[in-house]
């Protein structure tokens, strides 16, 4: 058994060279196709980081599209490789490429999901602490991922909803803009001295330091209504001030009012009685 061995060493060797002739260059080629290829999808992931750094494109969406990038480099040099060494990989491609279409069709609504989350981050409708109305929802956007936004409501509920959801219908943005301006309505009595009115609205919106002096407040008669003059009041603040000036203007001009004597009316209505002569029998 022993003395066998050599002999079956030195059969084999002339075997090995032969395999190592015929294969062992191919093997070798797909190894170095492999080495250079991961190398230069390195390198293409990382330009591709830095032009969307340049770009100041979103951080979610860079390392998305570079992994994306990477993966794909990296799955036609492994095709490459297996290529080379003998292995067909028309059939291996027609099956992913099968395999592709059915995960596609069961993840079309991820799918929906993730353009719409491009959307958001590359046209930046919203950004994270803005407060928006979407998808029917009013609150602060917490945080926006590739498929979803995290909605915090000014009750403090947190709502997750579908990037597709939120592209689907309009995107109300109160807080995009330095300034805002506040739509007030007041209703006086029809007997009210309209000047007195206006000059009594001017006057607090003059000496309330937060309300901007450019551009001019706007104050006139929007509607005679049914039972009360509305005088519209248009004043410009800073768009974080809002909803304290918002709190503040109205409970002084219900002071005002009171103490200058003006007339906030109920809504009234006018009944006519007519008298009614009694008929034959009643």
Request: aromatic fraction near 8%.
């Amino acid at each position: 058994m022993i003395a066998n061995i050599p002999f079956a060493v030195e059969n084999m060797i002339p075997y090995l060279q032969t395999l190592f002739t015929e294969y062992g260059l191919h093997l070798l080629g797909a190894l170095l196709i492999l080495f250079l290829g991961r190398l230069a999808s390195r390198i293409l992931r990382d330009i591709t980081v830095k032009a969307l750094h340049r770009a100041k494109v979103d951080e979610t969406l860079t390392l998305f599209t570079s992994h994306i990038v990477y993966f794909g480099s990296m799955l036609f040099v492994i095709l490459a490789a297996l290529n080379q060494i003998g292995i067909q990989t028309a059939s291996l491609i027609a099956v992913i490429g099968a395999a592709g279409l059915a995960i596609g069709l069961a993840l079309q609504g991820s799918l929906s999901n993730f353009a719409a989350g491009v959307l958001i981050i590359i046209f930046r409708p919203f950004r994270v602490g803005d407060l928006i109305e979407g998808a029917g929802i009013l609150g602060t956007a917490e945080e926006i991922h590739i498929l979803t936004t995290q909605m915090r409501t000014p009750d403090n509920k947190v709502v997750i909803v579908p990037n597709s959801t939120m592209m689907a219908d309009k995107i109300v943005n109160y807080v995009s803009k330095p300034t805002r301006r506040i739509d007030f309505v007041f209703g006086v009595a029809y007997d009210s001295d309209l000047n007195k009115v206006k000059n009594i609205l001017k006057d607090i919106l003059e000496q309330h330091d937060k309300v901007l002096k450019d551009p001019l407040p706007v104050i006139g008669l929007l509607e005679m209504a049914d039972s009360s003059l509305n005088i519209a009041v248009r004043p410009w603040i800073k768009t974080p001030d809002y909803w304290e000036i918002y709190f503040d203007i109205m409970e002084t001009v219900k002071k005002r009012f009171d103490e200058e004597g003006i007339s906030i009316p109920f809504p009234q209505r006018d009944v006519h009685l007519f008298p009614h002569a009694p008929t034959p029998g009643e």
